[in-house]
């Protein structure tokens, strides 16, 4: 979302270098809150859990005294984080509709 808001903050003052409603900080705090599109904020829980999982990546393996051993719980919690992404991956966002203009779509899509 950094990026959708800092592009849409150059958009807008390339168009009125004065607008002051228009930086980087208050459009991103815009998009944050209000931005519901479910294309956007599943990109947003997946960038989310991919950086989760790669953390948990790094701590599933755990070296003492010379001995490799796998830290079970990590394991866990990793795999359903594995779950979830896939989950992600495999959600129909079509169906989710958030405004009138997703609702015209959906109609036009299926005539």
Do not use: W
């Not at 701590?59 to 795999?79: F, H, I, M, P, W």
């Not at 495999?90 to 203009?101: C, I, N, R, V, Y």
Request: aromatic share 6%; proline share 2%; charged share 25%.
């Amino acid at each position: 979302m950094q990026s959708i808001s800092k592009q849409v903050s150059d958009f807008l003052l390339l168009q009125e270098p004065l607008a002051e409603e228009a930086t980087h900080e208050i459009v991103y705090e815009h998009v944050s809150k209000h931005m519901l599109h479910p294309r956007v904020r599943m990109a947003v829980l997946l960038r989310q859990l991919l950086e989760f999982c790669a953390l948990l990546q790094t701590s599933l393996v755990v070296q003492d005294a010379g001995l490799c051993t796998v830290d079970k719980s990590n394991a866990e919690l990793y795999l359903k984080v594995i779950g979830q992404i896939m989950t992600i991956y495999k959600a129909d966002t079509q169906g989710m509709l958030f405004s009138e203009e997703d609702k015209g779509l959906a109609g036009k899509e299926g005539a």
